[in-house]
């Protein structure tokens, strides 16, 4: 069909509904990222009326504006504020609220409540918590915390966090295949336990110190005996993990007694699997009776994200979904991640199988946390962090604190012949080689943030001397090693450093390692390189769990090896620091590192601590573990000797019991843990800590008893550790108050906390020393 254009004016309406369909063009296209400033509850200098609710009235306790906000809710609006993306109730002016923000390592983007934009482009990444926990340096824990928090609420302030953070992660790493292990503090329940308790205090803590207050709320999770993702094809979401009273007690359970009782921590979150055939989410006696019950929780409890589909759909807990959120909500759940209770509550509430105070008791722990951060007190930037915005975070002192907290981590596993440190003098050439030697990303781990800047190894090291490269593997599944431009350069380089180990891809949520070998041809491109090079040789491993390197351990060729965790942003800058000697190595350790030969016998589904002879079990971690070790808990170097001495320590305690206790005329091997002959029982240990070399170290003391063997009791366990500063040819003191009912006790077979009568023998480094503990 043919046609003509002609030349005519447009009509004016013509012309004006162009003009407006552009302009809603322009307004859509270019509206800011943050278009409106963030909404506050109760901001009375928005709306006057919202002076007169009691839940906006700061004068009065927390009990109280609680129960004048619930009172003021029909159950629909009750049950917007039982999921982690809450509604809004707009004739009470409150807005919605995302309870999921995570802060595992730095202020992270993953979950809704947090993200970065041109306004705060990144936030400080510290290592991963594994690597954190190996300093043994319990101030460290509390100050990175501080650090989070402060640039959290000033992320908050602009519209960009919550204030609910759903870290740390204190599950004990039982098994050296869990992919999720680089997220927690190691093996140990002790070091676990002061992890979890100190950084929830540095994220929580006012700085007013007004313990009703917070300045964001944390969460301990997963509760409880959660630590396998997937492997050979059981998964967490099916997983009944079988635990004896004994090793529930003893183990899985005290890191978050002490988080709870220690750490006054705002939330726990409870875990997809089951234990002992109860999905954790589902157990009445694990939440309402131990956490809230026992351990008195101020906070609530929340879900993992989806639990409650995941026990009705996938482990068949209940017929409906309506019985499934009840028994949540019943067992102490106040809060659910994903959608489950709000889809579901009303009609469970209809059907009878939930009462609506039920509900209350729910959103009112809810509720009542978010009155303790603040949230129902207005604007912020006229509360006690009002003055935090993008100008507090990322700033060169928290930059360098991520720098430090890598550098204390860092553990020096080998050093022949003092390889190590390096001279920046005399080493003209650097030869630096392997697949996570340039890397950026990897450097952070999982749950990260944006991080202010990356220094990778390579970066860290050509900053002090000059350098040559090669990947010898283009990732570290490594499937065929480039060995030759490797090879070339470490041939005519003064040292080489050899970059290798695991990222995501290798360990990871979800994904727990079949074998814990070095990944594909790495060890073939570590030896091959090691044979021709012609100066020292140092290999750094980077992973999160750790690696039967027995052939690098035994090759001379390989003067030192170092393990890096996966260190932060700065994790190149630290990793520099140690093996050129601005920094004296003081890690040590917080797991075991196994031989292949474990992992190719025991299940990672056998749940079991204790050793059992019978079918020859070897146990689990340094305190059960009866086999070899490529390197053991607590293994660490540094580059100077430190000497100790015992200069105080009783030899006898003796426990009081009242009158006619059984034990004056019987035989007894232990004693129940009862207040009244616990009361002011400690004793006094004191070391004299001497530095003989020529370079100042922060010391890592680590203080293990090796209790009497009665009910099944560890071969060795963590006391207690200090970090101490200790200059060149210089010596200090360290003090430990050992509380004998709680350090110098052990858990019996049905799981009653006992003080072990007889022979304790208490250890640090090579130093010995008995002390007895009878009636």
């Not at 302009?23 to 990222?33: D, G, M, S, T």
């Not at 993200?115 to 300093?135: K, M, R, W």
Request: glycine letters at 8%; charged letters at 20%; a neutral charge.
């Amino acid at each position: 069909m043919a046609f003509s254009l002609q030349n005519r004016a447009p009509k004016a309406s013509s012309v004006l509904l162009c003009f407006l369909l552009c302009f809603a063009l322009f307004l859509f296209c270019f509206r800011p990222a943050l278009a409106q400033s963030p909404v506050f509850a109760c901001d009375v200098t928005k709306n006057s009326s919202f002076a007169s609710f009691g839940f906006c009235d700061k004068s009065l306790g927390t009990g109280a504006r609680v129960a004048d906000l619930v009172k003021r809710l029909t159950l629909q609006e009750k049950i917007l504020f039982l999921v982690n993306s809450a509604g809004s109730v707009s004739r009470l002016g409150i807005p919605k609220y995302e309870w999921w923000s995570e802060a595992l390592h730095g202020v992270s983007y993953v979950g809704p409540g947090t993200h970065f934009s041109s306004v705060v482009p990144g936030a400080t990444s510290f290592p991963q918590v594994i690597l954190t926990a190996a300093s043994f340096n319990a101030s460290l824990f509390e100050a990175i915390g501080k650090v989070v928090s402060t640039e959290a609420r000033a992320m908050y302030n602009v519209g960009l966090a919550g204030l609910t953070f759903w870290s740390p992660n204190i599950n004990i790493f039982r098994d050296p295949r869990w992919g999720r292990g680089q997220e927690t503090p190691g093996e140990d329940p002790l070091l676990s336990s002061k992890y979890g308790s100190g950084y929830v205090r540095g994220l929580q803590q006012t700085d007013d110190g007004d313990p009703n207050r917070l300045k964001v709320a944390a969460c301990c999770k997963h509760y409880t005996a959660y630590d396998l993702d997937n492997w050979k094809g059981t998964d967490r979401y099916h997983f009944n993990a079988v635990v004896t009273k004994q090793d529930m007690d003893d183990t899985f359970q005290p890191p978050f007694k002490s988080c709870v009782l220690d750490g006054n921590v705002a939330s726990v979150m409870c875990s997809y699997n089951q234990v002992n055939g109860k999905p954790t989410c589902a157990d009445p006696d694990l939440l309402a009776g131990v956490i809230r019950g026992e351990w008195k929780l101020n906070g609530y409890i929340v879900s993992d994200c989806d639990s409650l589909d995941v026990f009705y759909k996938s482990q068949h807990y209940t017929k409906t979904p309506e019985e499934a959120a009840a028994i949540a909500i019943l067992a102490g759940l106040d809060l659910n991640c994903g959608s489950f209770l709000g889809q579901h509550t009303e009609a469970a509430v209809k059907a009878g199988l939930v009462n609506e105070s039920s509900i209350d008791n729910a959103i009112s722990n809810n509720f009542a946390t978010l009155i303790r951060l603040g949230f129902f007190d207005g604007d912020p930037s006229k509360l006690i962090y009002g003055n935090l915005g993008p100008k507090d975070v990322c700033t060169s002192a928290n930059q360098e604190l991520a720098r430090e907290a890598a550098r204390q981590g860092i553990v020096l596993l080998k050093n022949n012949a003092g390889s190590l440190p390096l001279s920046p003098t005399t080493i003209k050439t650097l030869a630096v080689i392997g697949p996570n030697a340039n890397v950026t990303k990897t450097m952070i781990g999982n749950y990260e943030g944006t991080p202010c800047k990356y220094t990778t190894p390579l970066q860290g090291l050509a900053a002090v001397v000059g350098t040559t490269y090669a990947p010898g593997c283009a990732n570290v599944a490594c499937s065929t090693a480039q060995v030759d431009d490797a090879k070339k350069i470490a041939a005519t380089a003064d040292a080489t450093v050899l970059i290798v180990g695991a990222d995501q891809s290798i360990e990871a949520e979800s994904l727990d390692r079949t074998n814990i070998l070095l990944p594909g041809q790495q060890p073939l491109l570590v030896s091959e390189v090691a044979n021709v090079s012609k100066g020292p040789v140092i290999l750094v491993i980077m992973s999160g769990g750790g690696m039967d390197i027995s052939f690098a351990k035994s090759n001379e060729k390989i003067t030192g090896i170092l393990w890096v965790g996966y260190p932060g942003e700065a994790g190149g800058a630290a990793i520099a620091d140690v093996i050129f000697g601005s920094y004296n190595p003081s890690g040590r350790l917080p797991m075991t590192w196994y031989p292949q030969s474990y992992v190719d016998k025991v299940p990672m589904t056998n749940m079991n601590m204790r050793p059992d002879p019978s079918n020859g079990y070897p146990g689990r971690t340094y305190r059960f573990y009866t086999g070899e070790t490529i390197y053991s808990f607590g293994d660490g170097l540094g580059y100077t000797t430190v000497k100790h001495e015992l200069i105080q320590a009783p030899e006898l305690v003796s426990v009081p019991l009242e009158a006619g206790h059984e034990c004056h005329t019987a035989v007894c091997q232990s004693l129940d843990v009862v207040q009244s002959s616990c009361e002011n029982l400690a004793v006094d240990i004191h070391l004299r800590v001497k530095n003989t070399g020529r370079m100042s170290e922060s010391h890592t003391v680590l203080l293990f008893s090796s209790p009497p063997s009665v009910h099944k009791s560890p071969q060795k366990h963590l006391l207690g550790f200090e970090k101490v500063y200790l200059g060149a040819e210089s010596e200090g003191i360290v003090r430990f108050k050992v509380d004998v009912c709680k350090d110098l006790s052990v858990v019996d077979e049905v799981g009653n906390r006992k003080v072990a009568l007889g022979e304790h023998v208490l250890h640090v480094g090579s130093l010995k020393h008995s002390l007895t503990v009878r009636i």
